[in-house]
């Protein structure tokens, strides 16, 4: 085992990406050969490398080189992570809600038959036409209705978020897509929930964000958000020793 451990220490200096902490990581999840290893590690298991490895020490580290230099090794384990596994940076997106087609409305199912009746053609038409006009006006006070809960909802989950220093954009509106509306059923939120909605939101983010240090501030959000999710689902950090 000692050999096993010192071949994936030397793989890892080899790359140049050896760290102490990514090393006990690694090997939490059972990596002993690599990167021969790396082929079996799902985006799931991968996104809590990731977590464990960059975002928790992120807070750690003070000075902004070391988290320059934590940040080029992360990237290159990725990297080759996602060559040994063929997960590509996009396959993310494939369980995002498919659009909806909108249904037409069928073509008009007969025109008035041309009579000399003229009068018979246009009573029916009006009566026609106030039950549309009624249908519609019932549609929309409805919508309305609905439109104006899921904004009272929403209202309440951005100033929570607002107030606890987490609020990004793209995560409040990843939380309402998944239903999530209120301080209340954040709570709710078990853990692979919890995974699914950051990462989607970091991939998403990072795609649009060019510049480190914003992708610095969006990291840094995303932990402050994690850390009101642990504080209301009682959800408590895992001890890196645990998996050792």
Request: hydrophobic letters at 30%; proline letters at 2%; aromatic letters at 8%.
């Amino acid at each position: 085992l000692q050999l096993i451990m010192a071949g994936l220490k030397a793989w890892m200096r080899k790359e140049d990406i050896y760290d102490n902490d990514l090393f006990e990581i690694l090997q939490s999840f059972k990596i002993k050969k690599a990167p021969d290893d790396f082929k079996r590690i799902s985006q799931g298991q991968w996104d809590q490398i990731w977590r464990r490895g960059r975002v928790e020490r992120f807070k750690e580290l003070k000075d902004q080189d070391s988290r320059n230099r934590l940040d080029k090794k992360m990237k290159k384990l990725e990297k080759i992570w996602r060559q040994q596994s063929g997960i590509k940076l996009t396959s993310i997106k494939t369980n995002e809600r498919a659009p909806h087609k909108n249904t037409k409305t069928k073509k008009k199912q007969m025109s008035a038959p041309k009579t000399k009746k003229k009068g018979n053609v246009k009573s029916s038409y009006s009566a026609s036409s106030s039950q549309k006009n009624t249908k519609t006006k019932k549609k929309k006070k409805e919508n309305g209705g609905q439109s104006a809960q899921k904004k009272k909802g929403g209202h309440e989950l951005k100033v929570w978020m607002q107030g606890n220093g987490c609020f990004e954009n793209t995560l409040y509106k990843e939380l309402l897509r998944k239903g999530v509306n209120s301080p209340a059923s954040i709570k709710n939120l078990s853990e692979q929930q919890f995974d699914t909605i950051v990462r989607k939101v970091r991939v998403d983010r990072f795609a649009q964000l060019k510049d480190q240090a914003a992708r610095n501030r969006c990291d840094k959000l995303l932990v402050q958000f994690e850390k009101q999710w642990r504080r209301l689902s009682g959800n408590k950090k895992t001890n890196l020793k645990k998996y050792a």
